[in-house]
């Protein structure tokens, strides 16, 4: 709070407190800087074992040089469950009035290996990462590693693959697919997303950024099918029954052949 009003009551060239337009114009170079100071601080401590890559792209950087590997980067190396590095890609500011050849433009954009290598992009409809086109005001991207995106369509990172950002915007042709600052100046990166092979993926399990704990899929009970016993197509009479034969009676003198008798029970 004491910073302001030592600001306030800066004098002008003829003695007179600084205006508002002064002030606005001390503090505004400085305030985009404590800007991204502080996104990386607060990066860093709710992300403990995350990291925050900051990258200037600029012609400038060291780390476009080809005598040096500075611009392939590891990620997401001994992280842990859900915690994904993160790339701020700061695109280059002028102040107004900069002859327009001092100027660099550029779109940066997400392509294959081939056309890494080769500085040709052959995709009619590529990725935009992002685009510096505004050298007057200023702009960074965040990329944030992780294998799914929020929404629809986004960039999603896979462990064990490599991923490359280069710009071929030249000084005529900002939106220019070939050549351009990636031939002149080497302009492209290379992202390594690490491979965790000491970790297995619960079974029935699906991750989601917003939670610490993975979602357990529901899986519905198996349908028994019940199959009545088999009835025979027709009807079988139960087995008849054997009865006992009466004896027959003794022989009488009256009759030479007696009729043998027989009982039948209903």
Partial sequence: MGLLPSVGRRKGPNGACASVRDVTTVLLPHAFCVLV????LIMSTQIVSSEMITVFWNKTN??????????????NVGNKNYDYDQANIICPVYEPGTPAE???KYIIYNVS???YD????????PRIIANCDKPNKHLFYTVTFRPFSPQPGGLEFHPGHDYY??????KKDIQAHHSGSCADFNMKMMF???CKTNQTQPINTIPYPDRQTPAIVYTPPTTVTY???????RATSPPAKEYPTAKPPKKSSKFSNPPSIYLELF
């Fill in 37 to 40: 100071a502080l996104q990386t």
């Fill in 62 to 75: 060291p780390i476009f040089r080809i005598d040096n590997t500075d611009h392939i980067v590891d990620i």
């Fill in 102 to 104: 001092d100027v660099e």
């Fill in 113 to 115: 290996k081939e056309e």
């Fill in 118 to 125: 080769t500085c040709r992009i052959s995709n009619p409809h």
């Fill in 165 to 170: 950002f280069i710009s071929t915007s030249s």
């Fill in 192 to 194: 390594k997303v690490c």
């Fill in 227 to 233: 199959t009545p016993p088999h009835t025979p197509s």
